[in-house]
């Protein structure tokens, strides 16, 4: 159980609408994500669950962690990293539960260009648990249906568009390499068995995620690297 004062002592979030934005089959939500507009542009949020506040550095925990090195995922099942209460219970970002959070806050202008970074220990409460379906849903299809179902978060989605391809051609015009490949899908049977493999689906709601989590591992390396060289 988190301690009031260790809520207390990080940035409370909880009232912005953060959601996840995963496959259907998700098992854990380790990061979400919100935009809003300012006066200058836009405000990123990506917000990662913060597992070191769980997991002591040189513990028994932490030695098995470190030996697995990353969780494992397979067409019906994932092998975990850290144990299921961590993995899928106070480490994921379930919807409508506190939870500790690292946050990248990130700051653009009106051309999608960064003009500030920080970052910050917080506590969310993610208002609602997406997928990359219902999504599309929302930004592609336009379907009635979704859109009144998520009607209050319908203009996030559209501001996380527009700023995604913001993102996108800023780095294009870097000189980036958009490695977009298929992937495949294990399509299996009622025994568990491999009955076929299909093209995944990729739509804008993939992108979305990609391109926020891109920037929020360059804000991150920008900061090391500022305070590496002094």
Known sequence: VVSADEIASRTDLRYLPIVTIDGERARDFDDAVYVRKTDAGYELYVCIADVA??????TALDQ????????????????????????????????????LTKTACIEYNGKGEVVGTRFFNSVIRSRERMTYTDVRRILVDRDPATIARYAELVPQFELMEELTLLIFDNRKARGNLDFDLPEAEIILDLQGMPENIVRAERNIAHRIIEEFMIVANEAVAAGISRAVDG
């Open 53 to 58: 506040y769980y997991v002591s550095p040189a």
């Open 64 to 99: 098995e962690a470190y030996s697995r090195g990353a969780s494992v995922y397979f067409p019906d099942r994932a092998i975990p990293m850290l144990p299921e209460a961590l993995s899928n219970g106070i480490c994921s970002l379930n919807p409508h539960e506190d939870r």
